[in-house]
């Protein structure tokens, strides 16, 4: 399934590289998504997501599109694991492909000016850098017979290191939002990664995301 995935965005890409000399109409575009990011199948809680980049839309047909581009991503989590409390912060390069669908609602000559889309993506991730913390916590009691914590251990190293998380990832997304004026787009969407990172997380990327994006 993976190597489907993989497949199909190089089949894209390749085919965005041929339509680019040809004349078919593009826009550009610069977007950012914002959202919470955590790791499935791990006791890792949400935390801080967000991407940013450029790249162009190429109209396939009157209502359907293909994006691609160039993007910076965080992502992250932050619970427990199997060395204890863990704080993960990774950025990626990410080169997105994504399939996108418009007015698939019957147009209202009022609202002229509005297109709704569906999109569904796929996207190659390249980890670039970031630093996962760990603190290791043992429970003491007093002399009044309570409990406390204190920490017994600090371990702090880089998130892609030998000890770290995968550096490659490859995943899918699906969106939906709104483009207005033909020039400003809102849209909400998540995505998942289709690779176990392992290391001290053992578990996939995955966002849930607001977008926006200018395109001209």
């Not at 575009?29 to 955590?38: D, E, M, P």
Request: glycine share 12%.
């Amino acid at each position: 399934m993976k190597r489907r995935f993989l497949l199909f965005t190089c089949i894209s890409m390749l085919c965005l590289l041929a339509n680019a000399q040809s004349k078919l109409d593009r826009k550009y575009r610069v977007s950012a998504k914002l959202g919470g990011a955590s790791y499935t199948q791990s006791d890792m809680n949400a935390t801080f997501g967000a991407t940013i980049g450029g790249g162009v839309e190429f109209d396939i047909t009157r209502n359907t599109a293909l994006l691609t581009g160039l993007n910076l991503a965080k992502r992250g989590g932050e619970g427990s694991s199997s060395i204890g409390l863990l704080e993960v912060s990774a950025y990626y390069l990410e080169i997105p492909v994504e399939y996108r669908f418009y007015n698939f609602f019957s147009r209202i000559d009022e609202w002229d000016s509005v297109d709704l889309f569906v999109a569904i993506s796929s996207h190659l991730s390249c980890g670039l850098f970031g630093r996962s913390n760990a603190n290791a916590y043992t429970k003491t009691s007093t002399s009044g017979g309570e409990y406390r914590e204190e920490q017994i251990e600090a371990i702090s190293q880089g998130t892609f290191s030998s000890s770290g998380i995968r550096r490659f990832d490859v995943g899918i997304g699906a969106k939906m939002g709104v483009v207005l004026s033909d020039h400003y787009e809102c849209s909400i969407g998540a995505d998942i990664g289709l690779i176990n990172v392992k290391g001290p997380v053992n578990g996939h990327n995955s966002q849930v995301f607001v977008g926006l994006a200018y395109l001209w």
